[in-house]
């Protein structure tokens, strides 16, 4: 491809990108595919000679997008929002033509400089203090693992990367069930091991840790002679939204000098918003915090900051210096690919600096009102319906229901056979769950263009399918 035909693609890709957002509502949100479809219209080996864009173009057109599920479709109210705004998108196409990897200051310094001013940009948007600094990651999964490698080395004086885990005191940390299952997978990878999570019991409305539990716990395994490392608290949990008691929780990890990582994955962008702010009070106190700017925020993914504390124990956990690593003749300079597991960056500040300037905080707050309010909204017409029941209130836009199955049905499978329906109309998405070990369903409004008719629709499609299925 030379230069010329490198321009005309570009133009016709982005053309095809506009033509495509603009037509979501017109398409079913998942697509009506059997497994293996796709993959049978794949040729079985690939091509020996080159082959025409025109011809690749319309493969693409004809055998990938229907089988795409449309994250960016306004009535995909399922999992939590995986947002692309337009002006983020633009900012990803200028990355992609740099394809700069930017994993050292001297690499790329403007994409370090403009990390460093960006991340303060959200903290200072999310209203926490400016003890605080931080990195973009790729995605809270390895924000986490991040922040449970550096509490494993923080309780082992160190020693963990040196001297590996045998013989070392055994390992504890502690969570709720309700935290993301990115958790169990942080303490697999660490080498602390499963049976080392320690889940404390829940309660009340938002599902919250026990801490008196917690703190016994804690009591518990030091007088067993074993070693606790690290708190993981969540705020807006995947299944329910669940919450913890961030100033209750951070008190006990102070007490014990235990490090405490929050998760607040999804529901962190809504503290822009600083009504919402009482569901992290006391998030001052945790050592490291991790939230997602591309769920819902607009921020393509991937993009994910991890606030730390101190940024010397997450580097100290991290960094490795080889000298062909090394910027010579600069001290103090930041090098991001010490703060993050993975040595190779992508330039990820872009698209937050474009997509904070062109829509501007209060933008960005009138959209998470919204769709707290529509949210809410609808929570409230289903259970004035005489045949839902609300299984969890609204936590911001985030709730859960379930639909009173016939006499003769099991209430589980009726739900589970209700979702399946709603998703194979096609006029929305939705996602189920499980809770205190029952069936339901979630809702969650976040889709970046989303309005308040699509919020209706969706009030619409669940009872009349449930009356179909009644």
Known sequence: MDNEEFRDWSRRAADWGVDYRSGLRDRPVRPAIAPGEIFRSIEASPPET????????????????????????????????ANAAPVSVVAEYLVSAMAAQCMLWQTSPAATELETRIVDWMRQALGLPEAF????????????????LTMRERALDWQGNR?????????????????????????????????????????????????AALEAAIIADREAGLLPAGIIA??????????????AVAAVAKRHGLYLHVDAAWAGSAMICPEYRHFWAGVEGADSIVFNPHKWLGAQFDCSIQFVRQPEDLVRTLA?????????????????????????????????????????LEGLREMIRNHVAWSEG????????????????????????????????????????????????GRIYLTQTRVDGRVAIRFQAGQFESTAADVDMAFDVVTEIARELA
């Open 50 to 81: 080159a082959e025409p864009m025109e011809k690749i173009f319309a493969d693409f057109e004809m055998k990938i997008v229907p089988g795409m599920t449309h994250w960016q479709h306004p009535r995909f109210f399922a999992y939590f929002p």
């Open 133 to 148: 600094s931080g990195v973009i990651q790729d995605s809270a999964s390895s924000a986490t693992l991040a922040a449970v």
């Open 163 to 211: 001297q590996g885990l045998a013989g070392q005191a055994k390992l504890r940390v502690y969570s709720s069930d309700q935290v993301h299952t990115s958790i169990d997978r942080a303490i697999w990878v660490s080498g602390i091991g499963e049976e080392n999570l320690v889940r404390i019991p829940v309660a009340g409305r938002f599902r919250a840790m026990d801490t």
């Open 234 to 247: 969540c705020v807006g949990g995947t299944s329910t939204g669940g919450t913890d008691d961030i100033a």
């Open 320 to 360: 490795i210096k080889p000298d062909y690593l090394k910027t010579r003749g600069h001290d103090g300079i930041i090098n991001y690919s010490e703060w993050s597991v993975p040595l190779g960056r992508r330039f990820r500040a872009l698209k937050l600096w474009f997509l904070l300037r062109a829509y501007g």
């Open 378 to 425: 609808l929570a409230a017409r289903l259970a004035g319906e005489a045949d839902f029941e609300l299984v969890t209130e609204p936590m911001l836009s985030l709730f859960s229901f379930r639909h009173r199955a016939p006499a003769d049905a099991d209430p589980d499978e009726h739900n589970l056979r209700l979702v399946d329906a709603i998703n194979t109309d």
